[in-house]
């Protein structure tokens, strides 16, 4: 799928970002001809540099050997339209998981998220409909909290999936889709990073509602997810992982184990939900399947049209507070996924909770 092809990660050296970089450059679906990180930190762009430059190693071979050959970092930001122009003008496959992503600081800065999440989606697709860049997909990374948004982050995301699905009509030539997971675990600001710092540090664990679920996803099924979409997504569908949920209160007692820390309970945050959705009611309604994962059809007819008729895969909303985890699968899948506190390796504690 990637073989000869120019891939473009906005938000690169993100968590999800620096995982898909390092699939795509080992070669599993091709050996590409250029791989660009784009982004605005140029300090995570040189600490990524770096850690492939450590990677010469036998076991690591194939990824070194690409990293040199292929890989390319570039400073800018998806704000600026003339920064996007420059970067897509030879771009095959745009992945854009550039954002603002914190749900508190979108609440306390909704510009600034619309500034990233909103516009940036729109400089894409406008830089490829007014130059006319023959890029093949972008494929936008979003959030289940843009299903049924009560919060910034949610919402300016869910204004993303409507920015590039739309952009289909205009854009003939691309193709673009989505795809919506949830909380991915261990990624930078989640809630397990955060729990494995207080029980270092002796506690409390802070969780804010005692009944909260999360849909809970490692690094390799997110990637996997755009993976699937790159195969078998349709111009202006949105990819959904059918992922496990765990409560966030089991979540802490599966970490903390037989360690005598306290849990205390703080309160929901602002704009913070008790459960999150991953496919709405309403979207149930085009919710059809593609393989292992849904994919929620456009509702845009010019990008329905053609289309077979397809029975609807789920009949109700798709919601974390369905089908939870129990305490015991919750420690079995954090042990699955290496994140119990006596698993990590204490050189990775600084990567895993920057």
């Known amino acids: 799928m990637f073989q000869g092809k120019r891939i473009l990660v906005t938000g690169g050296t993100g968590s999800m970002g620096k995982t898909f970089v390092h699939r795509v450059l080992s070669g599993e679906l091709g050996t590409p001809k250029k791989v660009i990180v784009f982004s605005r930190d140029e300090a995570k762009q040189h600490d990524m540099r770096m850690g492939y430059l450590h990677r010469a190693v036998a076991t690591d071979e194939v990824i070194f050997n690409n990293f040199r050959n292929v890989l390319e970092f570039r400073i800018g930001d998806v704000r600026d339209f003339g920064d996007m122009c420059s970067a897509l003008k030879s771009a095959d496959i745009v992945i854009n998981a550039a954002a603002l992503k914190q749900v508190p600081t979108c609440e306390y800065f909704p510009a600034q998220a619309i500034l990233t999440n909103c516009i940036g989606a729109n400089n894409i697709a406008r830089a490829i409909e007014e130059n006319g ?13 843009a299903c049924k948004p009560v919060n910034v982050m949610g919402m300016t995301k869910s204004l993303q999936e409507r920015i590039l699905i739309s952009a289909n009509v205009l854009n003939a030539r691309t193709r673009f889709i989505c795809v919506r997971y949830g909380n991915v675990l261990a990624s930078r600001g989640s809630v397990i990073p955060l729990f494995h710092d207080q029980i270092r540090n ?3 664990l802070t ?3 005692p009944k909260m679920t999360r849909f809970l996803l490692s690094l390799d099924q ?3 997810t755009v993976f699937a979409a790159l195969r078998g997504a349709r111009a202006g569908e949105t990819f959904i992982p059918r992922a496990p949920s765990a409560s966030v209160m ?3 007692k599966a970490l903390v184990g037989s360690r005598r ?3 205390r309970i703080t309160g929901i945050r602002p704009g913070e939900k008790l459960h999150e959705v991953l496919v709405s009611e309403e979207e149930v309604h085009h919710c059809v399947k593609r393989g292992a994962y849904y994919a929620i059809r456009p509702m845009l007819p010019e990008l329905r049209s053609g289309k077979g008729r397809e029975s609807n895969a789920l009949s109700r909303e798709y919601s974390s507070g369905d089908n939870v ?3 015991g699968d919750t ?3 954090l042990k699955r996924a290496r994140l119990m506190l006596d698993d990590q390796d204490p050189s990775a504690r600084d990567e895993l909770l920057r």
Do not use: E
Request: hydrophobic content about 45%; overall charge neutral; cysteine-free.
């Open 202 to 204: 002796g506690g409390p």
């Open 207 to 209: 969780i804010t509602h």
């Open 250 to 252: 089991n979540i802490a």
């Open 133 to 145: 860049y023959p890029v093949n997909t972008v494929v936008g990374i979003s959030t289940d909290k």
């Open 331 to 333: 420690v079995r899948l």
């Open 325 to 327: 985890l129990n305490l």
């Open 261 to 263: 820390i306290p849990i």
């Open 222 to 224: 997110a990637v996997d």
